[in-house]
């Protein structure tokens, strides 16, 4: 018997990033699509309740944030995590990027001594649906321990795709 799958809901006005999200993440979860804050409503009052919420942060004639709110206030939805996208526009290209809102089950990892002789390398994303993580969300911040006058730390990233 396998396992019973997640369910993601996913609210994003754009057809096609609908379409897209759903054909990628339903291999391994069940994923239901919303174009707006009513239709996404509707979704997160049926039960059970989703494992899951990507939201996209300019729905058309509302936002995104204000859609997280109204969702937050449902029963049983407090504590659903919730990403939400962003559409990024470029002048070759458009893209989006994920926000994570907190939850007390993430786990967080600082590590505040590196030398500039060290890298840290992660994971950012793995198609393999076997229960591994997926996605790694990653962040950086002021850090309010900085000494004052210190120069700024620079990341340096670089992306690689490995395939198996």
């Given amino acids: 018997m396998s396992a019973p799958r997640s369910t993601i809901v996913v609210v994003d006005d754009a057809d ?23 239709a996404a409503l509707a979704l997160a009052r049926e039960a059970p309740p989703p494992d899951l919420i ?16 109204a969702l937050r206030a449902l029963p049983g939805l407090a504590e659903v995590p919730v990403i939400f996208l962003a559409e990024r526009r470029y002048p070759h290209r458009v893209g989006q990027t994920y926000r994570l809102k907190y939850n007390p ?17 992660f994971k950012v994303y793995d198609s393999e ?23 700024p730390r620079q990341s340096i990233e670089a ?4 395939f198996f």
């Fill in 54 to 69: 990507l939201i996209d942060t300019k729905l058309a004639g509302a936002s995104g944030y204000e859609l997280c709110k």
């Fill in 105 to 121: 089950g993430h786990r967080w990892f600082y590590f505040p001594e590196m030398r500039r002789d060290e890298a840290l390398v």
């Fill in 129 to 151: 649906t076997d229960g591994r993580a997926r996605f790694t969300p990653h962040t950086s911040f002021v850090d309010p321990a900085t000494p004052p006058g210190s120069s």
């Fill in 159 to 162: 992306r690689a795709m490995a």
């Fill in 16 to 38: 096609d990033v609908r379409r897209l999200l759903e054909e990628t993440l339903g291999e391994s979860h069940l994923v239901k699509t919303a174009p707006g804050g009513e």
